[in-house]
Nanobody
Framework: QVQLVESGGGLVQAGRSLRLSCAAS????????MAWYRQAPAKQRELVAS???????KYADSVQGRFTISRDSAKNTVYLQMYNLEPENTAVYYC??????????????WGQGTQVTVSS
């Protein structure tokens, strides 16, 4: 089993910054890619940013230049640094990871989400 635990969400004023963390644990052999998704009320879940094992990153157009994804492979942890937050960024943020477990199986795992609320 693999568990992903997010932290760092909360209530913040527009224009401020916030950093999310997601730590993976369990029967992990290797972690391929890690990513952050978000789901706002009445909207579909969308990709915010992703990072491969080699450090290649990808961002949604709406956050490019304001959000930065990074990872600490030694800690099996991924971060999302969010700058200049806007009310439109309010959502539940989910961590996801593509993991090869010690049994050799590869699968996608999700965290339970952390709420980010940006007030105007």
């Amino acid at each position: 089993q693999v568990q992903l635990v997010e932290s760092g969400g909360g209530l913040v004023q527009a224009g401020r910054s916030l950093r999310l963390s997601c730590a993976a644990s369990g029967s992990i052999l290797t972690i391929n890619s890690m990513a952050w998704y978000r789901q706002a009320p009445a909207k579909q879940r969308e990709l915010v940013a992703s990072i491969t094992s080699s450090g290649l990153t990808k961002y949604a157009d709406s956050v490019q230049g304001r959000f930065t994804i990074s990872r600490d492979s030694a800690k099996n942890t991924v971060y999302l640094q969010m700058y200049n937050l806007e009310p439109e960024n309010t959502a539940v943020y989910y961590c996801a990871a593509n993991v090869r477990t010690i049994t050799g199986l590869i699968g996608d795992y999700w965290g339970q989400g952390t709420q980010v609320t940006v007030s105007s």
